[in-house]
């Protein structure tokens, strides 16, 4: 069925969400339901198009249980989370791993109980404060761990299948979730614009209407739309980690070394120099960019220190999620780059699958270099430098401008070689890339 749907809906706390009449849109028919999720489902429900849900609340949720009302003010939204609640187990709380585990229980015990079916996961993302009033949750570096443990699994899901579509329902966040997520928006787009080659990905941004006493039916709203058709390239973080706990000197030092692999991959897409990123991804250093991305996240749970008798909850260290989001679109640059010979037709493939997508003026200086090298393949017999090739003088000094105005084929650094029915180009023995990529800068 090609690319599928993705729907992420935020949620805050059901027990003090009312039932209403929805609709998506002024024209469509009305569903009466306490939660937006089960309209926007059933507007979504098409078969041509495969729909994937995941459903984004925070670790805090289990801690409304002293909050719910009963009577005629509780909706069924309400009295599914009280019903859940009451089964929850707190004596068995040990570590932050369970608690999570009884906050992703707790929401799919509410979805069963409201009958809310489909493709449908979870994600529980760290709260701050106290939202429900009696838990703590703190951290001197975790503002920011949300965004990065939302974006780690969201984003593993886009590399993994593909979504030409993704739509926030945004009505029942609270606090930071809405904005937080919204932000995420345009880096789960462009990890599924490198990853699966797609035109454009459609981000859509849905919000009912404010709730009131009259029992006319809320709209639900699209607030915000647009189609992303180029990568984005925020600025490039320090670090991965945050925190100062000499204890996890080592995994520092493992996620900086990763982090300095990243960069350069993302150098060589940035500028562009294609052939620089072929050689780099094919390179032992980079066959797996992912895996320290598992060992970071689960020490981050293993680190955060839970105290239940006191009801808090602190996270050790903080994670960014721009490094987050780096690491995985590096990773599937480095996975299209992998399987690309360093060929003219190579260039061309790679052109087309990925710097296509981080700036158009790429593809046409790409193409331009690729096409001065095939009105000249007459001349190469086995192997010689471009400079040669075009003659004409070359210092043999790497230079940024003409590295970048150039798609990295500065024509002294490079020889093309005759093989089979295609061209092969490398750079010369003496050219050290790594000096080259030091000297580029990232914004």
Excluded at 12 to 33: C, H, I, L, M, Q
Aim: glycine share 6%; with cysteine.
């Amino acid at each position: 069925m090609g690319c599928g749907r993705l729907i992420i809906s935020s949620w805050g706390n059901p027990v003090f969400w009312r039932s209403f009449k929805y609709r998506v849109g002024e024209d469509a028919d009305t569903v009466e339901s306490c939660t937006t999720l089960e309209p926007i489902l059933r507007f979504f429900s098409d078969l041509s198009k495969k729909t994937k849900v995941f459903l984004v609340v925070l670790d805090s949720l289990m801690d409304w249980g002293s909050g719910r009302r009963r009577g005629e003010e509780c909706s069924r939204c309400c009295e599914c989370y009280a019903e859940c609640h009451e089964e929850i187990g707190f004596s068995l709380i040990g570590d932050y791993g369970d608690l999570l585990k009884i906050n992703d229980g707790l929401s799919r015990c509410v979805l069963d109980c409201l009958s809310i079916k489909g493709d449908i996961d979870v994600v529980v993302g760290p709260a701050l404060g106290s939202p429900g009033g009696e838990w703590r949750f703190s951290g001197s570096h975790s503002s920011t761990d949300f965004m990065a443990v939302t974006l780690h699994k969201l984003g593993r899901e886009v590399l993994s299948n593909c979504y030409d579509e993704i739509i926030f329902d945004l009505s029942h966040g609270v606090n930071f979730m809405p904005s937080e997520i919204m932000i995420l928006a345009q880096m789960l787009a462009s990890l599924a614009l490198l990853k699966h080659e797609v035109e454009k990905v459609v981000v859509k941004a849905l919000n009912s209407d404010p709730s009131t006493k009259s029992g006319k039916p809320l709209n639900i709203n699209t607030i915000y739309e647009n189609a992303f058709s180029l990568i984005t390239l925020p600025e490039f973080p320090n670090h991965l980690l945050k925190t100062s706990d000499r204890r996890l000197e080592n995994l520092r030092k493992k996620t900086n070394e990763l982090m300095n692999h990243v960069k350069k991959i993302i150098k060589t897409i940035y500028y562009p120099l294609p052939l620089a990123l072929l050689e780099l991804c094919q390179s032992t250093h980079y066959t797996n960019l992912i895996n320290p991305l598992e060992e970071v996240m689960s020490t981050w749970i293993k680190e955060t220190h839970i105290k239940p008798e006191e009801k808090s909850v602190t996270h050790n260290f903080g994670i960014d999620p721009r490094a987050i989001y780096y690491v995985l679109l590096a990773h599937s640059a480095c996975e299209i780059a992998r399987n690309t010979k360093p060929t003219l037709d190579g260039l061309k493939d790679i052109n087309e699958k990925i710097y296509v997508n981080v700036n158009k003026a790429y593809t046409y200086i790409i193409s331009n270099e690729v096409s001065q090298i095939e009105i000249r393949k007459e001349k190469i017999k086995n192997c010689i430098r471009l400079n040669e090739l075009y003659g004409i003088q070359g210092s043999r000094t790497p230079n940024e401008r003409i590295l970048i105005a150039h798609a990295g084929l500065q024509s002294d650094l490079v020889e093309v070689c005759s093989e089979d029915s295609d061209l092969s180009l490398k750079y010369v023995k003496e050219t050290n890339l790594d000096e080259i990529l030091s000297a580029l800068k990232l914004p």
